[in-house]
């Protein structure tokens, strides 16, 4: 066969037979199907080991939904919500658990009636390596409720203890994300939660490693002990430096410096 | 083919073709979250909801890959044409998938806070002036919406309204949207996770498709350039009857740059444009069954004397006179308007007969 010059036959090598989508596939399609798509099933069940398998650790936090716990304490709102419980097994003679909202809006809450009383708080557990955290409802009133509980002084003014300047590098975190609501609460992929949460009153924490590799979270504070201003966003989950003073208040770790003392790395 | 719109034109092939798809979505995502939930250290168990998002993410991007795979593969071999005949469903369930990660994402990352979820997307991570902080959902985003107008419109209702050159422009967005997609990846997960599988994986997957279509089209710039248009007046030589292989056609190229799709059927010969009514799809490149040109993308049919589909169908295409000489074929280069007939060339059983 001699075609003129331009003239092509396009598919010079192909059977005769042809798939045509509304009749039965021909004898060589129907091969190359049933080989081909078991191959497939596989590649997707493989492909999606191969990625699950490689995802880093998120961290050991959990989030206990499903019960509800009670935990009686003084409330304080400076610089974040939380309950001291007389503890004196723990630095300061307190135990903290901080307190949220359910969702990011934690700044909501109504607290000034019972602002340095003792109370009792219902609400679902959030902790990770022994810090505790009361998920409370945003919506509702009676998961707060005054009790008559004898208080210690360090309930309400905890030993404050200087720990010393200190050059950290790290990550700033929402703590309720951190704490084990989201698994992992961290890096890029949770900037935007992060920054939302911390918006919305959900305080704000520096996770650091130490020398030894251990992990270490810092509530953080403005450099004379308040929350944090929302100039701090940005930098939110971003590898960050900066230099501050480590205070100890209570049981609880605090970083103090202000937002322009941060810098990303 | 369009001589009424249903939702769709189901067929045996068009639902074992959607349900092996979904049977593999489902794999997918079973696999990932088993996988997801049982490899962690004891303690550590990763979030469910974080573990979905990122399994329909993945399923989404796989998808698109291999949609776009597709097109190039089909130009390679026959066997992918199955792959394409129904290549818009698998569209429609790649938007589905991204659909349900992208409300997943909307809900647990940007829900219950004190803005509203679309905004947060817009201003939570601000720095826009940095390559290495640049919000990247915000690509995703766009690339989502990209797949809904493509999902929107996949039905021929509006292939037919738009035009099948609008809609074959509106639907090469996919390219935009994918290539948002490899910097949603980039900039997003593959900057939070440690691993080096997933830059490796996306970027296989990103040169895979660059390549495929590269080399595709790099055959079909040696075709083109091979059968340059003509620029002679007058008929065109095709060659002899029996150079087109029977039930089939030879392609020709024509003086203002359409080519002509030129058929052998039952001992006769006759012209057609190249370009299908649906999609364009290379009528040249299908057969005569049942006494129809037949579309090797979609199977669309065409009457080869005067373009018309048959009944019920109304669909029409260009025609062109044809004619043997001196045992020649030869085809008149000026298109007939579509669907009008045309007397087809005869072929005698001892050489050639003028029709």
Same mark, same amino acid.
């Given at each position: 066969m001699t075609l003129p010059k331009g003239v092509i036959d396009p598919e010079p090598k192909t059977p005769d037979e042809m798939f045509v989508g509304w009749a039965s596939a021909p004898k060589v399609d129907r091969r190359f199907l049933l080989g081909a798509l078991p191959l497939g099933l596989a590649g997707a069940g493989g492909g999606a080991w191969l990625i699950a398998n490689e995802l880093d650790d998120p961290g050991a936090g959990v989030w206990l939904t499903g019960a509800t716990h009670e935990v009686a304490g003084a409330l304080v709102t400076d610089p974040y919500p939380m309950l001291r419980l007389a503890d004196p097994s723990m630095p300061g003679g307190v135990r903290t658990v901080l307190i949220v909202a359910q969702g990011k809006c934690t700044s909501a809450l109504q607290l000034d009636d019972q602002r340095g009383r003792p109370v009792i708080a219902r609400g679902v557990l959030i902790q990770r390596k022994g810090r505790q955290m009361l998920e409370v409802p945003l919506f509702q009133d009676d998961w707060l409720s005054p009790t008559k509980m004898d208080m210690i002084a360090a309930q309400l003014s905890p030993p404050v203890k200087p720990l010393g300047a200190a050059h950290l590098s790290g990550a700033i975190m929402d703590t309720k994300c951190f704490f084990g609501?989201? #698994? &992992? %609460? #961290? %890096?890029k992929t949770h900037k935007a939660c992060a920054s939302l949460c911390i918006r919305g009153g959900i305080p704000p924490s520096f996770w650091v490693r130490t020398k030894t590799g251990a992990e270490a979270v810092l509530l953080m504070t403005t450099a004379d002990g308040g929350p944090m201003p929302m100039d701090i966003l940005p930098l939110v989950a971003d590898p960050v430096e900066a230099a501050g003073e480590i205070v100890q208040v209570g049981d609880l770790l605090q970083f103090r410096a202000d937002v322009a003392a941060y810098r990303r790395i | 083919m369009g001589h009424q719109y249903k939702a769709i034109q189901w067929n045996r092939n068009k639902v074992v073709y959607d349900l092996y798809m979904v049977v593999a979505v489902f794999v997918f995502v079973g696999v990932f979250m088993a996988i997801g939930l049982q490899t962690q250290p004891t303690g550590h168990t990763a979030d469910p909801v974080v573990l979905a998002i990122r399994a329909l993410g993945v399923a989404a991007f796989t998808l698109l890959t291999v949609i776009l795979a597709i097109g190039p593969l089909a130009r390679l071999s026959p066997r992918f044409a199955p792959m394409l005949y129904n290549r818009r469903h698998l569209g429609v369930i790649t938007f589905s998938v991204a659909a349900a990660h992208f409300g997943l994402a909307l809900l647990w990352y940007h829900s219950g806070g004190p803005l509203n979820p679309l905004v947060s997307l817009f201003v939570s991570n601000p720095l826009y002036d940095s390559i290495p902080g640049f919000p990247f959902e915000v690509l995703g985003f766009i690339a989502f919406l990209i797949l809904f107008v493509m999902a929107a419109t996949s039905h021929d209702f509006w292939l037919n309204n738009l035009s099948a050159p609008v809609w074959k422009a509106l639907h090469m967005l996919v390219y935009p949207a994918y290539i948002l997609l490899v910097f949603h990846i980039t900039l997003g997960a593959l900057m939070t996770e440690k691993s080096m599988v997933y830059p490796v994986l996306t970027a296989v997957s990103f040169a895979s498709i660059a390549a495929l279509h590269l080399y595709t089209g790099y055959r079909e710039w040696r075709i083109d350039n091979g059968m340059k248009s003509l620029k002679a007046k007058g008929w065109i030589e095709i060659g002899a009857p029996d150079d087109i292989p029977n039930m089939r056609a030879v392609i020709a190229p024509l003086p203002k740059g359409d080519r002509v799709a030129v058929f052998r059927y039952d001992n006769k010969i006759s012209a057609v444009t190249n370009a299908c009514r649906h999609q364009n799809g290379p009528l040249g490149e299908g057969r005569v069954i049942d006494g129809c040109i037949t579309? &090797?993308?979609?199977g669309w049919q065409y009457r080869p004397d005067d373009g018309v589909s048959p009944p019920p169908f109304t669909e029409k295409i260009a025609t062109y006179n044809v004619k043997i000489e001196a045992g020649r074929v030869f085809v008149d280069p000026k298109p007939n308007p579509p669907g009008t007939r045309t007397k087809p060339a005869i072929i005698a059983e001892q050489g050639a007969v003028a029709s």
């Open positions: 609501v989201m #698994r &992992p %609460g #961290r %890096g | 579309c &090797p993308w979609h």
